[in-house]
């Protein structure tokens, strides 16, 4: 049973960087995808985008604050970066597994806590 | 992007009943489309992928149906512990895409 347990900074000033560090307990980072997902009142559940273990990476182009995602595969970890952060960027952030069940479907079937990160002067 | 639809927002319900929300795509996504229930304070748990496979574990009360842009999730006897929200969610393409959800309430 896979978990993933996250971490990082939960309060930030305009412009700052945004960091959050999930990690993957009682599974591989290989054959999978980790994503990085978002939830605020507004605009309920936004993906941001997701990594695999060899650093290939994927993101929402409509995010306006810049986004970087890596991967430690030594720690079983992976990071999300975003740069110059607004108070639109206000939300629960959740990382997440994507599986892949027979040829090709998709889902997000192991998250983590959340985290929650307000922008605020 | 792809636009996911859901209807109702939110719906009232009491134990027994039988709940039916509906989830629009806004172009065909075969059967790329997952389910998931959220309780207040925890993150999203899967119920559903490719549109009508339950999660291993999950109660055989929640089914799913549908393919290409228009797909239903139904409880047939709602019970206390599914008052909650739920979203749908395409796979089909990247940037993946969700619902605005639908809140089931007592």
């Known amino acids: 049973q896979v978990q993933l347990q996250q971490w990082g900074a939960g309060l930030l000033k305009p412009s700052e960087t945004l960091s959050l560090t999930c990690a993957v307990y009682g599974g591989s980072l290989s054959s999978h995808y980790y994503a990085w997902i978002r939830q605020s009142p507004g605009k309920g559940l936004e993906w941001i985008g997701e990594?695999?273990?060899?650093?290939?990476?994927k993101y929402n182009p409509s995010l306006k604050s810049p986004v970087t995602m890596s991967v430690d595969t030594s720690k079983s970890q992976f990071s999300l970066n975003l740069t110059s952060v607004t108070a639109a960027d206000t939300a629960m952030y959740y990382c997440?597994?994507?599986?892949?069940?027979?040829?090709?479907?998709?889902?997000?079937?192991?998250w983590g806590q959340g985290t929650l990160v307000t922008v605020s002067s | 992007d792809i636009q996911m639809t859901q209807s109702p927002s939110s719906l009232s319900g009491s134990v027994g009943d039988r709940v039916t929300i509906t989830c629009r795509a806004s172009q065909s996504i075969s059967d790329y489309l997952n389910w998931y229930q959220q309780k207040p304070g925890r993150a999203p748990q899967l119920l559903i992928y490719?549109?009508?496979t339950l999660e291993s574990g999950v109660p055989s009360r929640f089914s799913g149906s549908g393919f290409g842009t228009d797909f239903t999730f139904t409880i047939s006897s709602l019970q206390p512990e599914d008052f909650a929200t739920y979203y749908c969610?395409?796979?089909?393409?990247?940037?993946?895409?969700f619902g605005q959800g639908t809140k089931v309430e007592i």
């Open positions: 969610q395409q796979s089909d393409s990247s940037p993946r895409t």
């Open positions: 997440a597994r994507e599986i892949r069940t027979g040829s090709s479907w998709y889902s997000f079937d192991s």
């Open positions: 490719a549109a009508s």
């Open positions: 990594i695999n273990h060899s650093g290939t990476t």
